[in-house]
């Protein structure tokens, strides 16, 4: 770990930052989080990292997901996504510790980083240090967003293979940078990770896009027939979600046109697909 863990980490949303103003998290203060009831308060990685467990374990067969329980600020567990060329950690996770590392190590270590979009940067560089100072993908309509410094590559574009299989694809939904990433998968059917920016629901048929969960502000209809559109010729079984076991197990490509399709006609708006 990096000597760098007393940083200030934000109790709401889990991001570490190299400074921050001690009344507000620009996080949380943006219309998309909240500030949590007794005003803002800040932490360290070092801190909840010793008073929590991070825990690796398979969330399928082929896939690992890295998470911290009890559950720490907006609860997202991160996944090491495996392919040639090393294994991708997409999303982060406010946690780690020397077991955790020595477990992903098992598993091949982290050959590069990639976020779907700012509320989980979380520990993001202190996971990238650990594993050599890894590059971070983040994408550059999000930059505003990078809350320190850190090995951080920014994409430009609709879509980029970081690692061999593994390809980002740049929706706009929830942020600007908002964005998901393919891989085959171990069985070549195909699976799409997608942190909540195509949101699996409690019906596990189903997805959704939202501007803002917390607040529940929808997303824009352009933006969701976009989505559908760049996702058209992608083939995938399965989307993997934010948290532990929020899996479209099958035919996810068909619950994204449905769910995208039910969205809008909710809403008034003719799904024109
Ligand atoms: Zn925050």
């Known amino acids: 770990m990096s000597s760098r863990t007393e940083l200030p980490v934000c109790e709401t949303c889990g991001v570490q930052f190299?400074?921050?103003?001690?009344?507000?998290?620009?996080?949380?203060?943006?219309?998309?989080?909240?500030?949590?009831?007794?005003?803002?308060?800040w932490t360290?990685?070092?801190?909840?990292?010793a008073?929590?467990?991070?825990?690796?374990?398979?969330?399928?067969p082929g896939l690992w997901g890295i998470g911290t329980e009890p559950t720490f600020a907006i609860g997202q567990r991160a996944l090491l996504v495996p392919g040639d060329g090393g294994n991708l950690l997409w999303d982060s996770i406010?946690?780690?510790?020397?077991?955790?590392?020595?477990?992903?190590?098992?598993?091949?270590?982290?050959?590069?980083?990639?976020?779907?979009?700012?509320?989980?940067y979380s520990a993001m560089v202190e996971w990238s240090e650990a594993f050599g100072d890894v590059p971070i993908y983040v994408h550059e309509s999000d930059r505003a967003w990078l809350p320190r410094a850190?090995?951080?590559?920014?994409?430009?574009?609709?879509?980029?293979?970081?690692?061999?299989?593994?390809?980002?694809?740049?929706?706009?939904?929830?942020?600007?940078?908002?964005?998901?990433?393919?891989?085959?998968g171990t069985d070549g059917r195909g699976a799409l990770c997608t942190g909540d920016i195509v949101q699996v629901v409690s019906d596990r048929r189903w997805v959704s896009f939202m501007y803002s969960y917390p607040n529940l502000i929808p997303e824009h209809p352009d933006t969701i027939r976009r989505t559908v559109a760049l996702l058209e010729n992608v083939t995938f079984e399965r989307i993997v979600g934010a948290w532990w076991d929020r899996v479209v197990e099958e035919?996810?490509?068909?619950?994204?046109?449905?769910?995208?399709r039910r969205y809008l006609e909710h809403i008034g708006v003719a799904p024109g697909f």
């Open 150 to 184: 850190g090995n951080i590559r920014t994409w430009s574009g609709d879509s980029l293979e970081i690692l061999p299989g593994r390809t980002l694809i740049n929706t706009r939904v929830h942020f600007a940078g908002g964005s998901v990433l393919h891989w085959p």
């Open 251 to 260: 035919d996810a490509h068909g619950a994204v046109v449905r769910s995208a």
């Open 51 to 60: 008073s929590h467990r991070t825990v690796v374990r398979e969330e399928y």
């Open 94 to 120: 406010t946690t780690i510790d020397d077991a955790a590392i020595a477990r992903v190590t098992e598993l091949g270590g982290v050959s590069a980083v990639a976020l779907s979009h700012p509320h989980y």
């Open 44 to 49: 360290t990685v070092a801190e909840v990292s």
């Open 18 to 41: 190299d400074r921050v103003d001690p009344d507000e998290c620009p996080i949380c203060t943006d219309e998309r989080q909240y500030v949590g009831r007794g005003g803002q308060r």
